[in-house]
C-alpha cells in the first residue's frame, strides 16, 4: 500500500525533471497536467487518452521536423510556443464534450488543450490518429476531431479532385450525432485510399506555408543554407536508411512475438510460422540481426553529430537577410518541437503513473460509462443550460466507447510511436538548436529585428 501510495509523486518528480531537460517552455504545462492528475480519479479511459495523445504529440513532432514547410515568413514556429491560457479556452467546450475529459467535469488536460491547438495552427485538417491506416476521407463525410465538427467534400474538376473542408466550432446535435454515427460505423474498419488525392486520415492536411524559398522541413533548409550542408544531407541520409530498416525489423519482431502469444493462447497466427519452435529460431535470426544494425545505427548517428556540431563553426558566413530569417525561424521551430515532445513525455508518465489504480477500478468504470447518471457539473453550463449539455453528453457517448476500445487495442502501437520519435529526434532537435543559435547569434539577431 506505502509502494502504491508514494508511486505517483514519485514519478510525477522524475516527470518535472525530464521535462526540466527536454524543454523549458512546456514545465508550466507539465506542471499543470501533474497537479490534476493527483486530484482526478483513476481513469482507464484518461491512461488511454492521454498514451493516445502523447502519440498524437510525439507524431506532430516529427512531422514538424521533417515535413512542415520552413521559410523566411512562416509564423507557425513562433504560433506554437506563443499559445497561450487565453487562446485554449474557446477549444475547451468541445474538448469537454468529445472525449474521455467528459467523464471528469469537463475538467481537461492542458497539454491535451495545447495538442488540439497545436494542430490548428498547422493542419486545415488535423490528423486522426483513431482512425484505420491507408484511409481516407469520401466525399461528404462528416467527423469530429478535437471536439470540431468537419464536413469533407470532394468536387470533382478538369484539373483533378478539389478538396473544400466546412469547420464548426458549434455544431448542432444534429450535426454531431449525424458525424458521430459515421465516425463509429469506420472506427474498426480497415480502409484504403479510393482516391490517391483525397486526405489521409491519419496525415491530416498541413497548411501552406508562405515564402519565396519555401523548404520542406528542417533538413532541407539546412542542407541548402549550410557550407556543410551536403555533408549534413550526406550522414544524415545515411543515417535515415539504416534508420528504415532498424524501425522495419522492430515491427518484424514485434509481430513474431504478437503470433507466439496467439499460438499460446489456441488461436491462428497471422505470420507464414505455425509453431513456437519455428518463431524463437526466427526471433532469435532477427533479434542477432537487429543487434548489428543498431550498432551501425549508433555509428552513423556519430557522423551525423559530427557534422551537426560544425554548424556553429561558419559564425560570420551567412549574410542573405532571408537565409538568416530562415535560420532564425528554425531556431524557433526546435524550441516548439522540444515543447511538443516535452508534452508527449509528460503525457505518457502521468499515464503509467496512473495505470496501476486505474486497473483496479476498471470494472466499475465500465459500468459507470455504460451507464452514465446525469452530471450537474460545469461542464454544462457551457451548453447553455444542463439539458442541452447532457443531451451533448449521451451524443458522445458511443464514440468514448468506440475510441476507449481502440486505444485499448493500440497501446503498443502508440507507445512504439512515442518511443521511436524521442529516441530518434531529442537528440538532433537539441544539437541544431544550440549549433543555429550560436551561428547566427541568436539574441543579436533578436535585437536586430
Known sequence: MFQKKIMLPVTLLLLFIVTQLLSGCAVMRGAAEGGMAMMEEPSMELVLDRLNTAAAAADIAHTCFNEVAVSDEVTWPKDLDNIQKKDIKPILNALAADGAYAAHGGIISPIKAHIALAQNVLYEIP?????????????GEETIINGIYYKINIEQTPDGPQIKITKKDNPSLDEIKRAIDQY????????????????????????????????????????????????????????????????????????????????????????????????????KIKKEELKSLKEELAEKKNILTTELDKISEHKGE????????????????????????????????????????????????IQQLTNPKPQSSGLFSAFGNPATGQAIQMAYLPLRLARLRYNAGNVADNIKTIMDVLKNDISL?????????????????REQS
Open 127 to 139: 490528423p486522426d490518429l483513431y482512425a484505420p491506416a491507408g484511409s481516407c476521407y469520401e466525399n
Open 184 to 283: 463509429v460505423k469506420n472506427i474498426f474498419k480497415p480502409g484504403k485510399c479510393k482516391n490517391k488525392a483525397s486526405i489521409l486520415k491519419r496525415k491530416g492536411k498541413l497548411k501552406p506555408q508562405p515564402g519565396s524559398n519555401v523548404y520542406p522541413g528542417i533538413m532541407a533548409a539546412l542542407y541548402d543554407i549550410l557550407p556543410n550542408g551536403q555533408e549534413i544531407k550526406s550522414a544524415y541520409e545515411e543515417y535515415d536508411a539504416v534508420n528504415q530498416k532498424v524501425m522495419a525489423l522492430s515491427d518484424e519482431i514485434s509481430m513474431l512475438n504478437k503470433d507466439k502469444r496467439k499460438i499460446k493462447s489456441k488461436k491462428e497466427p497471422e505470420g507464414p510460422y505455425k509453431t513456437i519452435a519455428d518463431i524463437d529460431e526466427q526471433l
Open 318 to 365: 551567412i549574410t542573405d537577410p532571408g537565409q538568416l530569417k530562415v535560420l532564425e525561424n528554425i531556431v524557433e521551430a526546435c524550441k516548439s518541437i522540444e515543447g511538443l515532445l516535452s508534452d508527449s513525455v509528460v503525457l505518457t508518465t502521468v499515464a503509467i503513473a496512473k495505470l496501476p489504480t486505474s486497473i483496479m477500478g476498471l470494472m466499475n468504470e
Open 429 to 445: 532537435l537539441a544539437t541544431i538548436h544550440s549549433e543555429v543559435s550560436e551561428l547566427i547569434d541568436i539574441e543579436t539577431a
